[in-house]
């Protein structure tokens, strides 16, 4: 097995577990808004998943980078790019996360987090439809 398909098949399952992350972030803010959570236990069980989702993201892009597969570093970079943007422009907190139980109320933070929710989980599911057919690809050639 080529070192082409293992990083395919690697991001095939972390592509995976991202979105049911995002699914979580979905669901959870669908909770919010609709008063089945208060915000304190919104930012409780979303804040500490924000940086492994960022680090495994950019795990995937810097494997693909070490790979050679350049098509997929291009792919992944306005994600990652996005990723670094947002944690840097994060509220200011004393735990890591992006999250803040006094902001994500607002109406209109509520339907940021909610539309990039949704942007995210149509990224991670185009990408795992393009890992599995370039597993594929690399496994057939």
């Known amino acids: 097995m080529?070192?082409?398909?293992?990083?395919?098949?690697?991001?095939?399952?972390i592509s995976i577990a991202l979105i049911f992350l995002v699914i979580w972030n979905i669901i959870a803010f669908d909770d919010l808004k609709t008063d089945y959570k208060?915000?304190?236990?919104?930012?409780?069980?979303?804040?500490?998943?924000v940086l492994p989702e960022y680090l495994v993201h950019g795990g995937i892009t810097l494997l693909f980078l070490f790979g050679g597969q350049w098509s997929a570093v291009v792919f992944n970079?306005?994600?990652?790019?996005?990723?670094?943007?947002?944690?840097?422009?994060?509220?200011?907190?004393?735990s890591a996360g992006l999250y803040d139980p006094t902001e994500v109320m607002n109406a209109s933070e509520m339907w940021r987090c909610q539309k990039e929710g949704w942007?995210?989980?149509?990224?991670?599911?185009?990408?795992?439809?393009?890992?599995?057919?370039?597993?594929?690809?690399?496994?057939?050639?």
């Open 77 to 94: 970079i306005p994600l990652l790019a996005y990723h670094v943007h947002r944690y840097i422009n994060r509220p200011m907190m004393s």
């Open 119 to 141: 942007i995210k989980l149509a990224f991670y599911l185009i990408s795992f439809f393009y890992y599995l057919y370039r597993m594929m690809y690399a496994l057939l050639v």
């Open 2 to 13: 080529s070192f082409e398909v293992f990083a395919f098949i690697v991001a095939i399952l």
């Open 38 to 49: 208060n915000p304190v236990d919104l930012c409780n069980s979303l804040n500490p998943l």
